[in-house]
């Protein structure tokens, strides 16, 4: 199983909203990534997890709040999020931190009104 | 400056043609270089990768590397229908630990 999958596929929030991106994977990935990607550009790099601990925080805005339960896990947590924020939110995994190959999931779409 | 440029596009080519997508890199320590191929609404894919110089070939596609002028390519041939998306160059430095993307080319093959 090679398979990242996301949850929401779509997400429309209000600027006042508390909502939550779920991801998972089950191949035994110990490193797990957050990425934002606006249209018809490249994926940034938001977070990154290595053995559930944050390894990585892009200095993103505190309205982002990532978390990893469990190595399988990773959650990102939204709160009072302006429009500009709207993009499809990317979660990927790979074997190790710093590993060439990554695992994307099909992402979630989120639109901030 | 970036430190990953990719030729921008738009591509449209005819079906069977021979496709070359390029970047350039600044970094001299990026050590692996991977092509992600992303289709429309989805998520980027691993395509190849490349560790250091030279070539890679799997089926229609070769990655080639060439580290002195710092210049990545792939190469399609007998484009089909099929590989119409975005492709996007990655470099890796292990020791940073992160990747770091192109903006992305996007092909259109027509049949």
């Known amino acids: 199983d090679t398979e990242v999958t996301q949850t929401p596929k779509h997400l429309v929030m209000g600027m006042t909203n508390k909502k939550s991106l779920k991801c998972e994977q089950h191949m035994g990935h110990r490193a797990m990534y957050w990425y934002k990607q606006k249209a018809k550009k490249p994926p940034e790099l938001m977070f990154v997890?290595?053995?559930?601990?944050?390894?990585i925080n892009e200095s993103v805005p505190s309205r982002f709040s990532p978390e990893c339960p469990n190595s399988s896990l990773l959650n990102l947590h939204l709160h009072a999020l302006q429009p500009e924020d709207s993009a499809l939110y990317l979660c990927?995994?790979?074997?190790?931190?710093?590993?060439?190959?990554?695992?994307f999931g099909p992402g979630t779409r989120l639109t901030v009104t | 400056q970036k430190e990953v440029e990719q030729d921008p596009g738009p591509l449209s080519v005819p079906e069977g043609a021979i496709v070359s997508l390029n970047c350039t890199y600044s970094?001299?320590?990026?050590?692996?270089f991977m092509w992600y191929r992303q289709y429309s609404r989805k998520g980027p894919e691993l395509l190849m990768y490349?560790?250091?110089?030279g070539n890679k070939e799997d089926g229609r596609f070769t990655a080639q590397v060439d580290k002195s002028s710092k210049y990545i390519s792939l190469f399609i041939r007998d484009s089909q229908p099929s590989d119409s998306a975005t492709y996007l160059c990655?470099?890796?430095?292990?020791?940073?630990?992160?990747?770091?993307f192109g903006d992305g080319t996007t092909l259109t093959v027509k049949p």
């Open positions: 990927a995994s790979s074997q190790e931190e710093g590993r060439y190959e990554q695992y």
């Open positions: 490349t560790y250091s110089s």
């Open positions: 990655a470099t890796l430095n292990t020791n940073a630990g992160k990747s770091t």
């Open positions: 970094n001299s320590a990026f050590q692996y």
């Open positions: 997890y290595s053995y559930e601990k944050l390894s």
